[in-house]
C-alpha cells in the first residue's frame, strides 16, 4: 500500500509540475533551437472582406466605444462590416446601436427579442456574414488603429485557418486579483504563441477577439459554453492552423473582483469538459504536435483538482510512514488555508503577492472542480450572465 501511495503521489505532483512549469519550459527551449518565422507580412493592398460579429447583453457601458474604436482602425472602410446582434438587453444598448448606424452605415443591427446566449447569437449572425473573415470580438474589447489590419494579416498563408490577438490588460488594481490575472494572461499568451510558431497548434485564443475564415466556421452546438475553444479546435481538427499574432492588440479591462471572476471560470470549466468530449479524438498520436499540446497545456489542467485531491488523500496516508511526509502534509495544508488569511490580510488593507497567487491558483482549480461537477450533471443552456464591466 505505501508503495502505491507512493506512485500516486508522486505521479500527481509530476502530472502538475508537467502542465505548469515543464510544458512550458520545453516550448521556449523548443522555440530557443528552431528558427521561428518572422512576423507576419501585411495584407499589401490586398485586404480580405471583413466580417466583425458582436453579440451584446446590457452593454451600455461600453458599447459606443467598442463600435467607433472599431471604425477608429486603418483598415479600409469598405472592406469591413459590423454586425451585431442585442440578445434581449433590457438597458440602453439597443438604442445606442441604432443612434450609432446612423453615423456608420456598415453597421447591420439585429434586435433579439429572446435571451438565447452568445454563442447561439454569433451563429445566427454569422449567416448574415459577406466576409470572407469573420472577427468575434465582445463589446469591452477596444480596438487600436491596426488591429484589423494585424489580425487579418496571417491570413495571406493558406493554412492558417484561426487567428488570435494580443490582450492588452487595463485597470489594474493591487487590492483585488488583477496583478494575479494579469500575470497568468501574460503566461498564456506566451505559451500560446509558442504552440503557433512551433507548430500552429494553439490551444484556443483569448475569446475577446479572434479571427477565423468563413469557410471553416461551424455553428457552436446550442448547449456550448465556450465558443471560442469550440472553433480553434474544428480548425485544428480540419487539418489548418491556429495562430497567435502578438501584433493585432487589443485592450480590455483585466478582472478585480475575485467572486465575479470565479463564476466566469465555472462556466469555461464547465465548457472545457464539453469541448474535452468532443475533441478527445485530437489526443491520438496521429498528429503528435497537437495531442503533446492539447494533453499538456489543457487535459492534464482541467484534471487539475483531480490531481490535487488524489495528492492530498495518498499524502495523508504516507504521513503515517515517515516524518519527510508529515512535513509535505503539514505544508500543503498551510497552502490550503493561505486563500482565508489572505482574505483576512485584505480586511485589514494589507496585500501580500504571493499569498494572492496561491488564492488565484486554488481558486481556479476550485472553479474546474465546480465546472467538472456541472458538467457531469448535464448543461441545458449556454446562456449566462456577463462579466461586469469596470470593476
Known sequence: MIFAANILFWACVIAVFHSYVL?????????????????????????????????AYNEEDVIEEKIRSVFNTHYPATRFEILIGSDHSTDRTPEIIEHLTKEFPAIRFFNFTLRQGKPNVINKLVTETRGEILILTDANVIFDKNTLTRITAPFGDSIIGLVDTQMINLGMRREGISFQEKAYISREVQ??????????????????????????????????????????????????????NPAARVYEDVSNDLSIEFKRKIRIATGNFQNLKRFKKLLSPAKPALAFCFFSHKVIRWMGPVFLLLALLALSFLAFSSVFYQVLLFAYIVVLLVPALDYLLKKLNLHFKIF????????????????????????????????????
Open 23 to 55: 510544458f512550458p519550459a520545453i516550448l521556449r527551449l523548443a522555440g530557443a533551437f528552431r528558427r521561428l518565422p518572422g512576423d507576419y507580412p501585411g495584407n499589401a493592398g490586398t485586404e480580405p472582406m471583413v466580417s466583425i460579429l458582436l453579440s
Open 191 to 244: 505559451i500560446k504563441y509558442l504552440e503557433s510558431r512551433l507548430w500552429g497548434v494553439m490551444m484556443g485564443p483569448f475569446g475577446g477577439c479572434f479571427a477565423i475564415r468563413r469557410e471553416l466556421f461551424e455553428p457552436v452546438p446550442a448547449n456550448f459554453l465556450v465558443d471560442d475553444f469550440f472553433l480553434n479546435m474544428k480548425v485544428l481538427e480540419s487539418g489548418y492552423k491556429a495562430v497567435n
Open 356 to 391: 494572492r497567487f496561491i488564492t488565484h491558483f486554488l481558486g481556479m482549480n476550485l472553479a474546474l472542480s465546480i465546472g467538472m461537477v456541472r458538467y457531469l450533471k448535464g448543461v441545458k443552456t449556454n446562456v449566462w450572465q456577463p462579466t461586469k464591466r469596470h470593476q
